[in-house]
């Protein structure tokens, strides 16, 4: 119920109404152009509820309509918002899926009239919320939709500014985009089997050849795509006016004549927009020939489509043919090549481009795009430039744009502003095409987006060709290419000078050499085309700071490096594992040394996979990188000490438009850290949808350990016993003895590679090893401790797994010989998993060699042995070693050897005789007792002892470091990367936090040291 706010002197909620309707209208182009898509306190607006009035209406014909519902009663505006979804329009029957709920801040009681606008227009701070409607496939009903509010408590703070940019984005929701994309796509793949049963398979090679596909079926389902891209895109332009392009026609029920939609398309092409049309002109004309009647079935299938599509008004934020072309692809999951989901490339583009990076004269300038460049030098469909562009779009529209300005701004975008450089053709192609929808139908020349090979006799590389040239020249169809809009044959090649780009957003391949896997493990390439792609890639890169076993993503974000101007800004999609793993510690010791404002963000262990992952359907967990390249460089070559931002999201970001409300919440918190504080909640309402923390790089190179971390104090605290502290709540308190690293300490075994291999695998390495048959068994010579099992090994003391042997043909004596020498009773875990795994350090009762799982220590003093088994397997031990390992997979950490021998513990070998002593006895009295998983720590009462032996030995227990110590454990098993979402750990959890009173349960706000 509306409550009017009287009062001699005071807003009502209409005026106030009319003034956000004004200022909303100057906020965007379209609106200033056409006002009355902005519809204030106006009956007959609804169907079936003509005396309605919605306080703000907006149906702009492009994006869904929303209803802005305003009130000074946060609760009434809520409830008003949420009797508007499910209305529809009057005009086009459209549903209303998406309703703002405005609560206007007090202070508006007392401005007046056309002030307010002004006053919104000078970026006063409004509260606002999403309210949803979602409806899936096959429901029949309204009733049966879903109701969703974003946030689930309080209010979005945000200008009228950051509203319009909100509200295109937000008025379809996922779940109905992902319900037309798939009914899209199965209209293709139907359209492409169709297709397949009347061609030959000289036919389908032929087209394939034209579409440079290298499998028939994929080319076909391609061609669908062509053909789908080239009617949207038509569509678009006879929306927006384009001379002498006609609508397609949505509501024939007749086949359409093949030569009359190509003769339609052949005389676009010939004013412009080549890019677009060329390839679907081609391949029309071909299929055509073959089968002129299945081509015009195929036509009414895809004009189906195109109806869809516009009567779904899924607006210019998505390009349906970019995020169909992914689903088509055959060897992305093969080649690891991830395509960019639209809200991750809306929340990198948002932290990446952001409003300080260039003045206001700058960003009003309508030939930006003639001094300044965005580019993706694997820009696969175009995501990152779609939203990059967007992006910078909205900020020039922001600071004066006009219709005029906005075309130059988009001409001189797509003539060589925007740079986009990708492997495939048709990916460039549907690149360039959706970049051009982006304008307002205005024409325009070559562009900078284009196709470099990969392959062929000398092994091209791709976009890495870049670190040896300027300019990558060739003929089109041999080795690379570009899209041009006005059909000059000009010298194909995409040029992209070193420290020449203001913007780099990019999403790299992630493939690796690893178990015989080619890096350009590319379909369609011949062994001895990925030997000389490998060959040629391990030279381009030989003088870069990278490390080969991390993969290609390294490379470009060398390469990025390299072509990135001083000042210029970086935003990345990377494996999780460039954060943690040896392999990249040369690359973070490079990002550290060249660029400042690093921001690292990953989503919480688990929780984006498959389809809620920033890369679509890839299984393993990523991250983003954000940063400003250097000006200038350190004297001595390194910066004095790397501060990087870590975020961790405790969900991931799935819709496109809360991207952008995420990205300004990132940046406000970072704000707020500038002073001493080293971490801070990032917040939307009063929702908390992660932390961030500053990590200061004392060692370059080294895991950015606290990303992923969801407790921003555990991690703080986790690092700070790298050094040697205990430190929580602030309160610090060193340890005794000295840090150092475990190869410092100890004498580290071998890789099980040398060690040996298991009975019928590959053979490798001294020996042959079998598994034993008991515990018997276990005893002898050239045992091992090889494997890890959770159900044999939940005690301190375990039996080695396996026996060696030495059949013909397997090692040597001298190699079996100095294997021997590692032979040790303790082993340390190589791949631990948190949530079945209870011991990161074994002891045996018989000497062995380590394995794959275990790696063998030694130490002259055999009391060490027990004392480090004590710490290894300790809350304090599993700190570090989480602080350390990969947690690229959710409940594991996992260490490669270089990394394991750098991992830091305490030098127990100087510790007083007497506490040496101590420890030995308390693991004899332990050495026995069952253990629970390691992610079960919080409950296990033989952990706990370990934990008190351990105070005991580094002389900390006393005081309230035992408490501590007790809040660090419960907070480090509630971690995400470490319960790993596995069920027996959550119900545990869930059942301790039940039965126990609120002072037994640790909490951050009460334990001090």
Known sequence: MKKLAMGVGRTTEESFNGALGAALRRTSVRWSEAPECIQVEETNLLH????????????????????????FSATDADQDATRRLGLETRRGRFRIRTVIALHIPERFRRIQGFTITDTLLRSEPLAYTVHQLSERRGQTSITDASHRRWPKRGFIEGTVFDLASLLPSIGSPRERMEDIAESVARLVKEAASGLEITLTSRQQQEIAHHLHQRSPLKGLRTMMVLWLNALLTQQRLATQGAEAVPHVDLVSDTYPDVLTQMNIWRAINQRNWNSVFDPAIDVLRLSSQFNPAETSRILFKLISAVLQIETAQLGLHISVCAELFPKLSEDRKQAAAFYTQPATAELLAGLAITPTTLTPDEWADADLFRKCHLSDLACGTGTLLRAGYRRIATFHEQTGGTVESLERLH??????????TD?????????????????????YGDTQIGWVDVGGGKGQTGSLEYFATQKIVDLFNVGSGKSTGNGNNGENSVAIPDASLDWVLMNPPYSRTRGGQSVFDVAGLSDAERRACQKRWIFLVKNEEVNNQAGLAASFLALARRKCKPGGRIGFVLPLSAAFAESWSITRRMMEKEFEDLLAITIASGQALGKRALSADTG?????????????HHANGEPASARIHCMTLREPILRVGEAGEVARAIQRAMENMQGSTTSYPVQIGQDEIGQICVF??????????????????LALAANALLGGKLLFNGHAVPIEVPMALMKDLFEIGPTHDLIGHLSGRDPRGAFEFHQVVDSVDAMGPDRALWNADSRAQKRLVVPLTHKGTAPKGVGSKAKREAMRQFRSTLFYARNMRWTSQTLLTATATYHGMGGRAWTSLQHEDKRVYKAFALWGNSTLGFLVHWTQGQRTQSGRATTQMKALASIPCPRLDQIPEVRLDQAVLAFDALSNKELLPACQAHADEVRKKIDQAVLEMLNLYHGQIPETLKTLRWLWCNEPSVHGQNQTALALLEEYRNNSTPCEVPTASTTTI
């Open 411 to 420: 001409t001189h975008a797509m003539e060589g502003g925007l740079i986009g």
């Open 696 to 713: 200061t790089v004392k060692l370059p190179g080294a895991p950015w350990s606290p990303l992923g971390v969801l407790h921003a104090d």
């Open 48 to 71: 079936a509820q003509s005396s309605l009035k919605p306080d703000i209406l907006i149906n702009d014909g492009v994006f869904p309509p929303v209803i802005i519902e305003c009130s």
């Open 423 to 443: 492997i495939s053709p048709i990916a460039a192609h549907l690149t360039s095409s959706s970049l051009a929808a982006l304008g307002y139908g205005a024409p």
């Open 620 to 632: 393993m967990e990523e991250m983003l990188l954000v940063g400003t390249k250097r000006a200038n």
